[in-house]
């Protein structure tokens, strides 16, 4: 999952679990998980949740008694809330209960980390306190995405680095690359001024856009239904040797260190 559905996941959780108290966690593979899992169940069973918030690739889950569970899918997951009354899925790695017999449960693809957290050791969890912000934040503006865009390292790069933009990935890059005219591999200080702001504008309409949509339409939210954005909205991603939508050059697939990425030929000179 990338920004736009940790976004909707956490919105969700919100409302669905705000105020219940956890009775039950259930965890199949105990590497997801920073402490053992009586530890874990020590300082969450019993305890209410007060709320969930996006941050970056995680969801941080506030709990009373200054408590945070801090989730993140890795490669992919199958967030699904249950009903009280519902039986939860069979095929689950994680399952937490909830009072009122509610919950929630995870199928991990590959994995993914659930990690409890002080509140007040938030800023010593290594995995995320180094986290930039996410471009749905208001720190993320045109002039700071022009800060991190000085080295000579390649633009794609520097947009994927966490520490410097928090939440997107290799889906969600393409298009805002392609909308503001910028390919992938161009040295981050070659971009100037006027092409960060095109580029700070795109990126916050594609993130946008897909919210919207429900987010990517491979992936399914808390309730089990696949997201709408996907190849029909793209404009270059995932569409190698279709046209380009805005000069009809056939789109490109190109090697981008250990990813790939779609660019047209003529709108994205390198």
Not at 46 to 65: Q, S
Not at 137 to 164: C, H, M, W
Not at 233 to 248: D, F, I, L, M, N
Request: glycine share 12%.
């Amino acid at each position: 999952m990338e920004l736009p559905e940790i976004i909707l996941l956490s919105q969700d959780m919100n409302r669905e679990l705000k105020g219940k108290r956890i009775s039950e966690l259930d965890v199949e593979n105990v590497k997801c998980l920073n402490q053992p899992l009586d530890a874990v169940r020590d300082e969450t069973i019993g305890r209410r949740i007060l709320g969930a918030r996006p941050r970056g690739k995680w969801v941080f889950i506030e709990l009373e008694g200054d408590n945070n569970l801090l989730y993140n899918t890795g490669m992919g997951a199958n967030t699904i809330y249950y009903p009280a009354g519902t039986p939860p899925v069979e095929k689950r790695h994680i399952r937490v209960g909830l009072g009122d017999g509610s919950g929630f449960t995870s199928q991990v693809w590959w994995f993914c980390y659930l990690h409890l957290v002080k509140t007040g050791s938030l800023g010593e969890h290594k995995m995320t306190n180094q986290l930039g912000p996410t471009p749905m934040e208001d720190a993320f503006t045109p002039e700071y995405l022009g800060s991190i865009l000085k080295g000579r390292g390649a633009v794609k790069n520097t947009l994927l680095d966490q520490r410097k933009v928090a939440g997107i990935g290799n889906v969600y890059i393409h298009d805002p690359l392609f909308l503001a005219g910028v390919h992938p591999l161009r040295a981050a200080n070659t971009v100037t001024g006027e092409e960060a702001h095109r580029l700070h504008a795109s990126i916050a309409a594609i993130l946008k856009e897909s919210i919207s949509m429900g987010g990517l339409a491979y992936e399914v939210n808390f309730y089990g239904v696949k997201g709408g954005y996907g190849k029909p909205q793209y404009r270059v991603a995932y569409k190698e040797g279709e046209p380009c939508p805005a000069c009809g050059v056939a789109i490109q697939k190109i090697k981008t260190g250990s990813t790939s990425s779609y660019v047209c030929p003529r709108c994205q000179p390198r």
